[in-house]
């Protein structure tokens, strides 16, 4: 069974007088534990897809089916309830809070959600994620005395902090040298390896594109190639 399903869904986003088709009919079926690249060239609707599937945008037609419900039959504050307990996100600019050092920045998510965990198991929980992206040496420290991929780590232990079933990632590695950006995406491997959490992720990197299981290949917002691979 898919864990999320796109059916021929349609993005038109008004641009003047004029409309802008930036996702045109694309349809996929993604499984648990899939470990997927969007590819595609700037402009062909990588940011528009990851945008729908994390129910920050909808679609204009067509479906986005998440843990076998219709986005489109649930209520506002169904999906923010989706968003938090089964969707993480990571972006390429971090979206670190400075004032925040690393565990804070962690912890975040769970201030913000219900989740009815005792203070020692969470911070359990949130010393496990640090350990696991490697930044036992900088729990007290705040972004800004952090490098780019350091930064990026975080932001991984952030997305992974509430246990989502889903991680979308856009660009994760664009600000990072290629080097940084491949221990990166062996990060997430290891995190979909171990945790069984499914990775979406937007690249133009094709170095990363060549770790993925499923590669979802985009062109003026068509899907022109997809390809799934021996995990
Ligand atoms: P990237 O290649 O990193 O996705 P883009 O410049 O294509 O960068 O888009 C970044 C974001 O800016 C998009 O997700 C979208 O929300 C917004 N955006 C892109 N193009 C337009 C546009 N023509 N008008 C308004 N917003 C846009
Ligand atoms: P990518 O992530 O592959 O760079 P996007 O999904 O950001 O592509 O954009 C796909 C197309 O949609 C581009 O032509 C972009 O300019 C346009 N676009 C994206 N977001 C918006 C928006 N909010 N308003 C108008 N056009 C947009």
Known sequence: MAI???????????????????VQGVSSQIQKGDFISIAGPSGSGKSTILNMLGCIDVPTDGSVIIDDVDTKDLSDKQITELRHRFIGFIFQSFNLIPVLNVYENIEF????????VSRGEKSD???????????????????????GGQRQRVAIARALVAKPQV????????NLDSKTGEQIIELMKKVN?????TFIFSTHDPTIVGIADHIIRLQDGKIVHEERREK
């Open 109 to 116: 998510p769970l201030l913000l959600g219900k989740e009815k």
């Open 125 to 147: 929980w949130i010393n496990y994620l640090i350990e696991e992206v490697g930044l036992a040496d900088w729990r007290n420290h705040r972004p800004n005395e952090l490098s």
């Open 167 to 174: 991680i979308l990632a856009d660009e994760p590695t664009a």
């Open 4 to 22: 999320v399903e796109l059916q021929d869904v349609h993005k038109v986003y008004p641009l003047g007088k004029t409309e802008v088709h930036a």
């Open 193 to 197: 390896r171990d945790q069984e959490t």
